[in-house]
């Protein structure tokens, strides 16, 4: 059975970086640390899904902008099946759209000093797959776009075989955000594997700089003193709005036979104070739901809010060619609830809107943050009972959130 298919997409997905392009990075050092977030216990999923190579792994290409706009925006319906570790997201149809994207965004604040687990999975969705896989694993993790070059899939566990084809297994997280004021941030990862006393396993770091170009550093290779690894590590590292971790194996390591990756996470810490707000996850499906696995949600610590937001777009797809020929703007935004409850809330017009200023009005005295589509918060303001008038920093689409209210707009 191929790996490869059908892609579709508004494109979120960057495309695999080459390792031997990876610069030693010498500066940046990474250090063993002792945390509590490696021993996190996680509620799983009552059931695993089945993967389907051909429906599942559809991936992005590029769409004719000149063609976009066409479609009718759809209506994003209340989220059902809410949990601490996932949601189904749900819409309307649109006529003359025969596939749908759906993009989850995170929105993360605090009041006191907070861990954030910005990427967890232990592969409690793999299945055994006996051949190397060159590709996405979409259906087989929490989220989409894990990639693997020359590694083979096991129950629960990525293989990093002694040999192999292609001289390399690599496995490349999905993107994440990484930016702060400062040029470089304090990162936590976590890895558990199964190896020989001796073997290796190579981590490294990949990102966008501020020019836009793409790089990434090797930051060098962790050992086996056990046949089992169970540790946490830290380092300093180049603060992007879109980077990832990868691990790798090489001829190099002479490592004595198979490696087996069974958990990787990556963790930040956050200053009481903090907001901000993330692309998390997307999917695409001629469906109108699809399912969301949240399990990094923070439903624990004190002084934290950690909510989760989706929009959904109508795409008119040449299915034949794998190309976008028209799709809409984003519907409103749906706010999940944490509950196992129907606790979305669709954003009106008539709350929050845009003539020469930003509107809101509110029920109650709240904070209102807006953010910009990169998801960085751009201006805070405590909104009073009844209609408020702010100025918005420049012309563009923003995010705005006001209490249970959350809604796009543009100036």
């Known amino acids: 059975m191929a790996f490869?298919?059908?892609?579709?997409?508004?494109?979120?997905?960057?495309?695999?970086?080459?390792?031997?392009?990876?610069?030693?990075?010498?500066?940046?050092?990474?250090?063993?640390?002792?945390?509590?977030?490696?021993?996190?216990?996680?509620?799983?999923?009552?059931s695993a899904l089945k993967f389907d190579f051909v429906k599942e792994n559809r991936k992005h290409l590029m769409k004719k902008d000149?063609?976009?706009?066409?479609?009718?925006?759809?209506?994003a319906l209340p989220?059902?099946?809410?949990?601490?570790?996932?949601?189904?997201?749900?819409?309307?149809?649109v006529s003359s759209a025969n596939y749908y994207e759906v993009d989850v965004m995170r929105i993360f604040s605090t009041t006191e000093d907070a861990e954030y687990l910005s990427l967890y999975?232990?592969?409690?969705?793999?299945?055994?797959?006996?051949?190397?896989?060159?590709?996405y694993l979409d259906g087989f993790t929490y989220r989409w776009?894990?990639?693997?070059?020359?590694?083979?899939?096991?129950?629960?566990?990525?293989?990093?075989?002694?040999?192999?084809?292609k001289d390399q297994t690599q496995l490349q997280t999905p993107e994440m955000n990484f930016s702060s004021e400062n040029a470089n941030d304090t990162l936590y990862f976590g890895i558990i594997a199964e190896g020989a006393v001796g073997d290796k396993i190579g981590i490294g770091y990949y990102y966008t700089d501020a020019e836009g170009n793409d790089k990434s550093l090797a930051l060098g290779a962790i050992s086996f003193e056990k046949t089992t690894l169970e540790s946490m590590y830290k380092a300093e590292l180049p603060s992007s709005e879109s980077a990832g971790f990868y691990l790798y194996t090489i001829p190099g390591m002479q490592n004595t036979g198979d490696v087996?990756?069974?958990?990787?996470?990556?963790s930040r810490e956050f200053a009481a104070g903090t907001e901000f707000m993330e692309v998390y996850d997307y999917r695409q499906t001629a469906e109108t739901s699809a399912s969301f696995f949240t399990i990094e949600k923070d439903t624990e610590t004190e002084g934290v809010s950690d909510e989760f937001v989706y929009g959904v777009y109508a795409l008119n797809v040449d299915?034949?060619?794998?190309?976008?020929?028209?799709?809409?703007?984003?519907?409103?935004?749906?706010?999940v609830g944490a509950t196992g409850s129907v606790d979305g809330v669709k954003a009106s017009c008539e709350k929050i809107f845009v003539h020469d200023k930003?509107?809101?009005v509110l029920d109650k005295p709240e904070t209102v943050s807006v953010y910009n589509m990169a998801g960085v918060l751009v201006a805070s303001y405590e909104g009073v009972e009844g209609n408020n008038e702010f100025s918005l920093p420049a012309s563009g689409v923003y995010i705005v959130k006001a209490g249970n209210t959350i809604a796009k707009v543009m100036k």
């Not at 894990?146 to 990093?160: P, R, T």
């Not at 087996?260 to 990556?266: M, Q, S």
């Open 4 to 46: 490869a298919a059908l892609s579709v997409s508004a494109g979120l997905a960057r495309s695999p970086f080459v390792l031997s392009d990876a610069v030693p990075a010498e500066c940046m050092s990474m250090e063993k640390v002792d945390m509590p977030m490696m021993n996190r216990a996680i509620s799983k999923p009552a």
């Open 66 to 75: 000149a063609q976009i706009a066409a479609l009718t925006a759809p209506e």
């Open 79 to 93: 989220a059902t099946n809410v949990s601490n570790v996932g949601f189904v997201a749900n819409w309307n149809t």
């Open 121 to 135: 999975e232990d592969f409690l969705l793999m299945q055994e797959y006996p051949s190397e896989v060159s590709g």
């Open 145 to 165: 776009d894990w990639y693997l070059i020359g590694g083979k899939l096991a129950d629960q566990s990525i293989v990093f075989p002694q040999t192999s084809s």
């Open 260 to 266: 087996k990756l069974k958990t990787f996470l990556v």
């Open 319 to 335: 299915m034949n060619k794998g190309e976008i020929l028209d799709m809409s703007d984003m519907s409103d935004m749906i706010i």
């Open 358 to 360: 930003l509107h809101v």
